[in-house]
């Protein structure tokens, strides 16, 4: 390290000057070393911290990166303060870094009320245990009892796993569905590794894989007929997604891009084995015209490919409809319906949005939009017979990103669709 003298400060009254004599002797490039544990440390351990510091063994000492590593290791939750600060290494051009960590509260209860419109009322309520299987090994117990949804669900998380925002995620959950389109008793075992993206660190690219084995029992109609029918699926599925965020905001963008795909190689039991693809491509634009005023529209495109619609399960086709969909419209309503007026999902799918996101006074905005989007039987989508939806916003600029308030109203309804549609929730739309 280097060595600073003692200071020396001349005053000359005559000249009213001063000067200031300090010596300094550069201790030279300096590297990294070791991550060491302090005494006192109560939460990682040397080496999770590696796995979670961006800089390794080696190169080149950057005082920066310290300050990262402080703000990644208080981003977990589960540390109350920080200490990280270099030490002499074992060797007389390296630094190590000592860390000392206290702990933070673990536990987490959450709860949560909702409503929209053709979701019905939900409440959700889970116990989390941030750090039940060290390091960062969480384990979330999850419930909700909606009109419409009930589910049980145990999750484990692992966060940073050996890898700066990589997360392995374990699940098995039940779950019973009855929407308009299909009822559905849904018991599923799924996995997946990924790098996600937040708030404090808001990435680039993001990617996940992943692995799950469903076995669901589900109600619809045969099309032909309306009758009613009750079948068994056992679905194995890979979904696979590769994302690129060009925007400078996560929950409010004002500028930029986004572009993302996910790719689902599906393998289905019911009666015979068969096998399919689910492939659905987003894509987003944000744009400043003028002082507080931004526009922003969206694409989304959907397919599904190797089997027919009446074999892919009811609850694996596309739907439209709802509040991250077209609004004006219920949720999954929009597209083909069967002899009962309810719909019956789709194997291509087709949306688009656009809204202008206008800062009115304070910390509140308003935000006219248009939607469009159709569900169709054929593999691909198309754009004909759009079902349109426009309506107006309200935007609460919060500390933590905007709430939104949307109504909407559908331009060219079907028979049976609502006049008006409210969806609430926390971030844009798109």
């Given at each position: ?12 009254h ?88 206290d702990r ?21 309520v ?45 699940q ?95 393998a289905s ?82 949306e688009f ?78």
């Amino acid at each position: 390290f280097a060595k600073v003298g003692d200071p020396a400060i001349v005053v000359d009254h005559a000249t009213r000057t001063a000067t200031l004599d300090l010596s300094i002797v550069p201790g030279g490039q300096k590297r990294f070393g070791r991550i060491v544990a302090l005494p006192g440390n109560r939460v990682f351990d040397a080496e999770h911290v590696q796995e979670i510091a961006r800089f390794s063994p080696g190169q080149p000492y950057d005082a920066g990166e310290l300050d990262d590593l402080r703000r990644a290791l208080v981003q977990t939750s589960l540390v109350s303060s920080v200490e990280v600060r270099p030490i002499p290494g074992s060797t007389a051009d390296s630094v190590d870094i000592g860390v000392k960590l206290d702990r933070a509260p673990p536990r987490t209860v959450a709860g949560e009320l909702g409503y929209g419109t053709g979701e019905g009322a939900r409440a959700e309520v889970s116990w989390t245990h941030r750090n039940l299987f060290p390091p960062e090994g969480a384990l979330t117990l999850r419930s909700v009892i909606g009109t419409q949804e009930q589910l049980g669900a145990i999750v484990y998380r692992r966060n940073n796993f050996h890898a700066r925002d990589r997360v392995l995620t374990a699940q098995v959950s039940a779950v019973h569905i009855n929407r308009d389109a299909y009822e559905a008793k849904t018991f599923t075992l799924a996995g997946s590794i990924e790098r996600q993206t937040n708030i404090f660190f808001q990435k680039t690219w993001t990617w996940s894989l992943g692995a799950e084995l469903i076995a669901s029992d589900e109600r619809d109609v045969i099309v032909s007929t309306g009758d009613p029918r009750r079948r068994t699926f056992f679905i194995g599925a890979l979904p696979t997604t590769l994302n690129y965020d060009g925007s400078d905001d996560l929950l409010n963008p004002t500028r930029g891009f986004r572009l993302g795909g996910r790719l689902s190689p599906e393998a289905s039991f019911q009666g015979s084995v068969f096998g399919y693809a689910r492939t659905q491509i987003d894509a987003s634009v944000y744009r400043t015209v003028s002082d507080g005023i931004v526009l922003a529209g969206r694409t989304r495109l959907g397919t599904i490919v190797g089997a027919p619609r009446d074999q892919v399960a009811p609850s694996r086709r596309f739907y439209a409809g709802g509040g991250a969909s077209i609004r004006g419209y219920g949720y999954q309503s929009i597209g083909p319906r069967d002899p009962n007026n309810d719909p019956i999902g789709g194997r291509s799918l087709t949306e688009f949005s656009i809204e202008a996101r206008i800062k009115a006074f304070g910390n509140f905005g308003v935000v006219p939009f248009l939607d469009a989007g159709n569900i169709y039987t054929s593999p691909l989508p198309k754009f004909t017979g759009l079902q349109y939806g426009t309506g107006i916003g309200v935007r609460y600029y919060s500390n933590f990103g905007p709430i939104r308030f949307d109504v909407g109203t559908p331009i060219n309804p079907q028979p049976g669709d609502s006049r008006i549609a409210v969806y609430v929730s926390l971030g844009q739309a798109f």
